[in-house]
């Protein structure tokens, strides 16, 4: 079964630590993605990368910033954790445009 | 700009009830079209997807979806909804020209089903 796995479920951070987040896909999609969702907005992209190596700035990246060192793993990492970065985190990836698949997510909590 | 409307927030069914969550988007020519599903605490799953051709799609769970060009809606469906059902429902929708890789999301239908 294909599968796109996040590190973690559950997580909490002190303010001011950086965070590592970690997402794994095995389809050797080329695009991924990571979103994050809060009550009442949505899915709300932060990066996505569609090759190794390349970035490229979703609609809030400020704060965060991405890793794509291999084509089966893109990282999500908080520079310096906030509390108004608790949320949930989604990885996604996909081939083309024909849909994407995710990970069961990760709830990050910074206190 | 491309846009998704789900035009309800929250609905409440009854089990065995039928279901119709709706969905428009704003595009110029025909996208492909996307319905996924979250259950509590998870990530979303697809539930089915229209790129062409026959314009009512199936997909899993019971679920179908007919894609109305006219209308720019693609409006999901299921006959007879269980406790199970209860979740939340994203329309997303990806342009088909261009490289555009990204999906447009609506703001989801949270839904709940009495007993």
């Known amino acids: 079964d294909v599968k796109v796995t996040q590190s973690s479920r559950y997580l909490v951070k002190r303010t001011g630590e950086k965070v590592f987040l970690e997402c794994v896909q095995d389809?050797?999609?080329?695009?991924m993605f990571w979103y994050r969702q809060d009550p009442g907005l949505g899915l709300r992209l932060i990066y996505f990368?569609?090759?190794?190596?390349?970035?490229e700035k979703g609609d809030i990246p400020e704060g965060y910033s991405v890793s794509r060192e291999k084509k089966e793993r893109f990282s999500l990492i908080l520079e310096s954790a906030s509390t108004n970065q608790t949320s949930m985190y989604l990885c996604?990836?996909?081939?083309?445009?024909?849909?994407?698949?995710f990970g069961s997510g990760t709830r990050l909590t910074v206190v | 700009a491309q846009s998704v409307t789900q035009p309800d927030i929250h609905i409440t069914v009854s089990e065995g009830a039928s279901l119709e969550l709706r969905c428009n988007y704003s595009?110029?020519?025909?996208?492909?079209l996307f319905w996924y599903v979250q259950s509590p605490g998870q990530g979303l799953q697809l539930l089915l997807k229209?790129?062409?051709?026959d314009t009512l799609v199936q997909g899993i769970k019971g679920f179908e979806a007919e894609f109305k060009r006219s209308q720019s809606s693609f409006n999901l469906r299921k006959p007879s909804v269980h406790w199970s059902d209860a979740a939340e429902y994203f329309c997303?929708?990806?342009?088909?020209?261009?490289?555009?890789?990204?999906?447009?999301w609506g703001l989801g239908t949270s839904l709940a089903v009495n007993p």
């Open positions: 996604a990836s996909s081939f083309s445009r024909y849909g994407y698949t």
């Open positions: 389809m050797d999609h080329e695009n």
């Open positions: 990368s569609y090759d190794v190596k390349m970035k």
């Open positions: 595009y110029g020519a025909t996208p492909y």
């Open positions: 229209y790129f062409s051709g």
């Open positions: 997303a929708v990806a342009p088909n020209a261009g490289n555009n890789r990204k999906l447009i």
